[in-house]
């Protein structure tokens, strides 16, 4: 049943009161660390190869078959046409509505459920591990998507709520414009973009800027105050910026004159605000943080978030992350939008 705990841990599907006694039973006990690591190896590998895959045709009759003479197969030719004549009649059963199948006869693992012997045989046992590891194949990848499916969904709904802010936000002034991003100064960074929306009261909480996905559990997520930052001694600043790495990636505006113009609300259906966390890498590769290497979640202008696999356009997500000149910055004009994350500066350089 402990184990059963950790796992459901791990996958988040514990009550709060389970939860908190397996935290405190693994700060009692090494074994039981030892015990989660392991397990969470496993679960990082269910979540890294969550893509759906068709299964191949006729699994399905050749795994009941398997099941029904697990062992004692004997190499003759008539078992190799009893197999066959399984399978056909199998094949023919496809198309026959379930409550009219006949109950199948003389089978060794049914029939030992209908006899008066009360012998577990090691047949049993194997035809009764066949089928967990036939149930653990099926459960494992679909309770993985399941939890990939929620935390996306919530991740969707947090842009919402940004949406929202922004659109309170640009209501509030007359060019209606989204928060800039300084060029100087101790909040010179995307991430900076969600401070006014807290600290004037349009996002009730700083947690509706980040994704859960990529916080440690039960983490109450912070974000310091704009005074905060620049009152902060150099040697605290580290510190304070922590969080700031969390934080959705922003539009960085646009650059004019030598000035960084903020994005305005304009209700386009194109135009990108901000999305999941994703990264440029040296080599000029995108690295999305939160739902695996899949997609990202992107909130629009007009309000609305899609979410976008990377597979499918990948031309059009990664003109999201450079302007017109391939450059990690502001875009190059009012239509060039670049969404920045973390501590990308506005222009690059400064």
Known sequence: MMRDNLLGYLLNALE???????????????????????????????????????????????????????????????????????EASANDLDDTPIEDRPIPQGSRAFGALTSDSSRFTMADMLVAAGACLAAAVIFFPALASSRMLASRLQCENNLHQVGMALHEFAYQNKQQSYPAIDTDGPADFAGSF??????????????????????????????????????????????????????????????????????????????????????????????????????????????????????????????YYFNDLGKVEAGVNENDPVLGSGFTKAIAGR
């Open 194 to 319: 969600g401070l006014p929306l807290v600290e004037q009261g349009f996002l009730k909480s700083p947690e509706y800027l980040s994704c859960a996905a990529n916080r440690p559990k039960n983490d109450k997520f912070r974000l310091p105050t704009l005074q905060e930052v620049a009152q902060a001694a150099p040697d605290k600043i580290p510190g304070l910026h922590s969080n700031f790495e969390l934080v959705y990636n922003y539009n960085l505006g646009s650059q004019k004159n030598g000035r960084v113009i903020p994005p305005k609300m304009q209700g386009r259906s194109d135009y990108p605000v901000a999305s999941d966390i994703v990264r440029v890498g040296d080599k000029g590769d995108l690295a999305p943080n939160g739902h695996g290497v899949t997609g990202v979640n992107i909130l629009y202008d007009d309000g609305r978030v899609e979410f976008i696999r990377l597979d499918e356009i990948p031309d059009l997500v990664r003109q």
């Open 16 to 86: 709060e009161d389970e939860a908190r006694d397996v935290e405190v039973m693994a700060e009692r006990s090494p074994d039981t660390q030892q015990e989660l690591q392991r397990l969470q190896s496993h679960v990082d590998l269910l979540e890294n190869s969550w893509v759906d895959v068709a299964p191949p045709a006729g699994l399905a009759a050749r795994a009941c078959a398997f099941l029904d003479t697990p062992v004692g197969r004997k190499s003759s030719s008539a078992d190799s046409s009893a197999a066959a004549t399984r």
